[in-house]
T-cell receptor, first 112, second 112 residues
Framework: EAGVTQFPSHSVIEKGQTVTLRCDPI?????LYWYRRVMGKEIKFLLH????????ESGMPNNRFLAERTGGTYSTLKVQPAELEDSGVYFC??????????FGQGTRLTVV | DQQVKQNSPSLSVQEGRISILNCDYT??????FLWYKKYPAEGPTFLIS?????DKNEDGRFTVFLNKSAKHLSLHIVPSQPGDSAVYFC???????????FGTGTRLQVFP
């Protein structure tokens, strides 16, 4: 069974540019989450999809971040325009239920 | 305001000995706790979990203990192996939310 896949694994962009991260969850998992880890700190929740609907987006830092989940399958997280403080590792996770989440390998975003 | 705290950023243990990783939480609404293990350049991997109605859960070399009155949980690894060297994250969730609240992680190093 394929796990959670994230693209790209690394991205280096200049401040003010746009970046789109993609996540392909495990097939059949209705729940999809985005998390972020900044500078070795805790892994912080960004938002949660159930199928194509946003269930909870309380962790989204500001309106420069836009997440979508097309048809309840893959998800994208767009940052526009990117700022220096957006640098970090963005993790996507999927889950068949409310507790045990399976994480992707993460996308390391560096904004210079 | 960090609801899940891992106060030890690192731990070094000799192979064959017991590793004890600690985690404290502040939110009494948390009803499910998880430990994740993370290797460099990989996403967190689920290790073991415990419901708040239990005080112990065991899976092979890994045991999680929960002390609700102290709002404290711990992960015991015995015997420790070099392959256990990784960053361990404690996470918690409550019945009215599906998001995981993570601690900052503890880096475990198991040396021969």
């Amino acid at each position: 069974e394929a796990g959670v896949t994230q693209f790209p694994s690394h991205s280096v962009i200049e401040k003010g540019q746009t970046v789109t991260l993609r996540c392909d969850p495990i097939s059949g998992h209705d729940n999809l989450y985005w998390y972020r880890r900044v500078m070795g700190k805790e892994i912080k929740f960004l938002l949660h999809f159930v199928k194509e609907s946003k269930q909870d987006e309380s962790g989204m830092p500001n309106n420069r971040f836009l997440a979508e989940r097309t048809g309840g399958t893959y998800s994208t997280l767009k940052v526009q325009p990117a700022e220096l403080e957006d640098s970090g590792v963005y993790f996507c996770a999927s889950s068949p239920d409310r507790v045990k989440a399976f994480f992707g390998q993460g996308t390391r975003l560096t904004v210079v | 305001d960090q609801q899940v705290k891992q106060n030890s950023p690192s731990l070094s243990v000799q192979e064959g000995r017991i590793s004890i990783l600690n985690c404290d939480y502040t939110n009494s609404m948390f009803d499910y706790f998880l430990w994740y293990k993370k290797y460099p350049a990989e996403g967190p991997t689920f290790l073991i979990s415990i419901s708040s109605i239990k005080d112990k859960n065991e899976d092979g070399r890994f045991t999680v203990f929960l002390n609700k009155s102290a709002k404290h949980l711990s992960l015991h690894i015995v015997p420790s192996q070099p392959g256990d060297s990784a960053v361990y994250f404690c996470a918690a969730t409550s019945y009215n939310t599906d998001k995981l609240i993570f601690g900052t992680g503890t880096r475990l190093q198991v040396f021969p």
